[in-house]
């Protein structure tokens, strides 16, 4: 639910008064349970067959922690009669973390794209094709899961503690899970204005565990808590089991049509604008509602910049390059048609848009922080001379004043301004029993600090310690995998630098709520093309694992930068969603490669279904780079889209917070300045144009019509993100999880009709 849209109104709890002392308490409830972790991985399960589906067809993956919330508040809402202890919001927390850890591996493990690349479309010229069996697609995506989980925890405290980036989906599935187990209490304005609710457990104050009776209700009124107007009014009461049950609905509907999509597989392709264009020039309607979907969740800005994208793509670029003869082939075909040519442009645009966004996400700090920087070593030459520039001021930790590094306030300054805002609740006092658990005791303990508290946090030992262990784990991976194809001195500079790219995406992820997951993987290859010498027999494959271990380190690193985000909201163990994430990643990494194995062994992979068009783009990238040239033409159109788009990302990030922003095409969705498109944006899309580019239209049009369905529920009915979201959710994980139902069809080969 979004935090700038609504909250649970209903009859307000006895909260303290002015004349009595306003005092924090740790959050109730058990952070670390054997329930909470098997609801997570229930969930995550479908989250993974879900993001498999979709990613091998058009390589969209979502993390989906919004409807992982819900799916398990429904799964303990359902058992609530024998549940011996309530499900509280840290215990909520710890289900999404499981299931967000679990849900990306498809993505992560490279399942959708660069391994789909190394089996199929690796000639033999490059070392290829790369045949795993099913022991080293385990080893290869247990490798690639773990580092990247421990390598952000250590980024938690700069960039969640001292900065309070703002992680907006991170603060959305606070705020869900905050009302969900409200029992209908309002929550103040401040609680949901990001720049002050923002310390340890400052939303989860506001809650209350909702499961402990199976009669408890929770409908309310949804309010508006800015002091703007309110933007309809009336509006339906939030209850969950409403929700539930249009998730439920919704689900069960696009299931019924993924099923009626084997039968019937015309259903996939409708010839709208006539057989010509679609058989000709790919010019259908794929009306599944996951893609309508994935266009709610995407937004209206997003994905009418994908179909901008299409029209230049297929209606443009596409019968230009079939008439003049620069493609030849079927407009279909990836070697010789026109669908391959255009994606020489998508790249051209993939790779500017990278360097761009991420070079302004990696140098701004410095360039905001260069006079203050330039001012220190002035004194510290005229204190000690070139000596006093290598040898610190002070010895031991150096207290940061407010107005210096940390622009928050005091924990005493902002308790006492929040005191006037922010009712605070008391909650049972919790005391530590084991590193995960806290149980209530009959004492009472007060928590008023920025960080949770000592026992609760991630160790020093335990990050060094798995940091080395994760990083020989991936390595160790790649040579099983691959053997002296591979160097080793490449996969140890691959993992190095995705530990710095990963910086560079859950900061990025942190200040726009985009992970740029496409670009940091491109930049990967666009580096190693510079250190691995062309002659090299394994360069186009050293390409791709780099460019796959820097991807996978990036993605990690963001979802569980994000579910922290969410966990230091409402309170939660930074400790246990880390084990929880975890854990999540081991059993995605196994599942994703069986389902992975099962998809590709049934279905032709590429193929009419599964086009996997992001492992082309892998592909393509690789030998880009690497100097194995492009069709003719297309260099020319790579370098004018690349210079176009490189000009058109400069001004999107400068522009960030006007009313035109959104307007600009192209580039990284830093759409902060339009809050309503992006909040729930948790997808992986690195260039609004470029999916447009490089998929296929019927896709694209599906999403298109989500959009304008997001459009005009949330800007022209001016109506809460909740309910379109489940709506959007059901749909997405219904053909998801259905899809597995027609896998066994297939394989057990009963007839299409």
């Not at 923002?198 to 565990?209: C, D, H, K, V, Y």
């Not at 297929?314 to 279909?332: C, E, N, Q, T």
């Not at 494959?541 to 930068?561: C, K, P, Y």
């Not at 990030?653 to 192209?666: E, F, Q, R, V």
Request: charged share 15%.
């Amino acid at each position: 639910m979004a935090p700038d849209r609504g909250s649970v109104e209903d009859s307000a709890p006895p909260y303290l008064t002015d004349t009595e002392e306003h005092v924090k308490y740790l959050p109730e409830g058990q952070q670390f349970t054997v329930r909470g972790i098997a609801a997570g991985l229930a969930v995550g399960f479908i989250l993974v067959c879900s993001n498999m589906y979709f990613g091998l067809q058009t390589g969209w993956v979502s993390m989906m922690t919004m409807p992982a919330s819900l799916l398990g508040f429904g799964i303990f809402k359902v058992l609530s009669r024998h549940l011996t202890f309530p499900f509280s919001p840290v215990e909520n927390v710890l289900v999404q973390s499981v299931a967000g850890g679990m849900g990306i591996m498809p993505l992560g493990c490279g399942f959708v794209g660069v391994l789909p690349a190394m089996e199929y479309l690796l000639k033999p010229s490059e070392q290829g094709p790369i045949n795993l069996s099913m022991w080293k697609l385990i080893v290869w995506s247990l490798g690639l899961c773990y580092f990247g989980v421990v390598f952000a925890v250590p980024l938690r405290r700069q960039v969640i503690i001292r900065e309070q980036l703002k992680f907006p989906s991170g603060f959305s599935t606070a705020v869900l899970i905050g009302v969900l187990h409200g029992k209908g209490q309002t929550q103040n304005s401040s609680a949901l204005d990001p720049s002050k609710a923002a310390t340890f457990g400052s939303l989860a104050l506001e809650n209350r565990p909702l499961i402990e009776a199976d009669d408890v209700d929770v409908d309310g009124d949804i309010i508006d808590p800015t002091e703007e107007p309110p933007r309809v009014e009336s509006v339906k009461d939030f209850s969950w089991n409403s929700n539930i049950r249009l998730l439920l609905i919704t689900f069960g509907i696009s299931g019924v049509y993924t099923l009626c999509t084997y039968f019937f597989p015309v259903l996939r392709n409708l010839p709208i604008f006539g057989t010509v264009a679609a058989d000709t020039w790919l010019w259908a309607l794929n009306p599944s509602l996951a893609y309508v979907g994935q266009g709610v969740i995407m937004g209206p800005s997003t994905t009418i910049h994908m179909l901008l994208g299409a029209v230049v793509g297929w209606a443009v670029l596409s019968p230009l390059a079939k008439y003049r003869g620069w493609a030849p082939g079927l407009i279909d075909d990836w070697e010789t048609g026109s669908k391959g040519w255009i994606v020489w442009t998508s790249l051209a645009i993939m790779l500017a848009d990278a360097v761009v966004s991420l070079g302004y996400i990696a140098l701004s700090p410095l360039v905001r922080r260069a006079p203050s920087i330039v001012a220190t070593i002035e004194r510290r030459f005229q204190r000690g001379g070139l000596k006093g520039l290598f040898t610190s001021e002070r010895n031991g930790y150096v207290p940061v004043h407010n107005g210096e590094d940390d622009p928050r306030p005091s924990v005493a300054a902002r308790g006492s301004e929040e005191a006037d805002t922010v009712p605070h609740l008391p909650s049972p006092a919790v005391e530590r029993r084991n590193p995960f658990e806290t149980q209530p005791v009959h004492s009472q303990r007060t928590w008023d600090e920025d960080d949770a508290p000592p026992e609760q946090l991630v160790g020093g030992k335990t990050v060094s310690i798995g940091l080395v262990v994760s990083v020989l784990i991936c390595i160790a991976s790649v040579h099983i995998t691959f053997g002296n194809l591979v160097p080793l001195y490449a996969t140890i500079i691959a993992v190095l630098m995705a530990m710095i790219l990963s910086i560079m995406g859950v900061r990025a992820l942190g200040e726009t709520d985009l992970n740029p997951v496409s670009g940091i993987s491109k930049l990967a290859q666009l580096f190693f093309a510079l250190i691995i010498p062309q002659t090299h027999k394994s360069s186009v494959l050293i390409n791709l694992v780099a460019g796959a271990i820097s991807e996978a380190g990036a993605l990690q690193a963001g979802d569980l930068m994000q579910d922290l985000k969410t966990g230091h909201l409402l309170g939660a163990s930074p400790k246990a969603q880390f084990w929880g994430q975890m854990i999540g990643a081991t059993v995605g990494a196994v599942v994703s490669a069986f389902i992975y194995r099962l998809y590709t062994s049934v279905y032709d992979v590429p193929g009419d279904l599964f086009q996997v068009p992001t492992a082309f783009v892998w592909i393509s990238t690789a030998r880009l780079v690497t100097g194995k040239g492009l069709p003719y033409m297309a260099r020319e159109f790579a370098i004018g889209a690349a210079v176009l788009f490189a000009v058109l990302t400069a001004l999107r990030t400068k522009a960030i917070g006007k009313s035109w922003h959104a307007y600009i095409p192209g580039g990284i969705a830093v759409a902060v300045g339009k809050r309503i498109q992006i909040l729930h944006n948790e997808l992986e899309i690195l260039a609004n144009y470029v999916p447009g580019m490089y998929n296929v239209p019927s896709f694209t049009l599906a999403r298109t019509i989500g959009g304008l369905l997001s459009w005009y529920w949330r800007i022209y009915l001016r109506k809460a993100d909740t309910p379109l979201i489940v709506l959007a959710s059901g749909f997405i994980l219904g053909e998801g999880f259905l899809s597995i139902v027609n896998l066994i069809l297939e394989s057990s080969q009963v007839p299409h009709l």
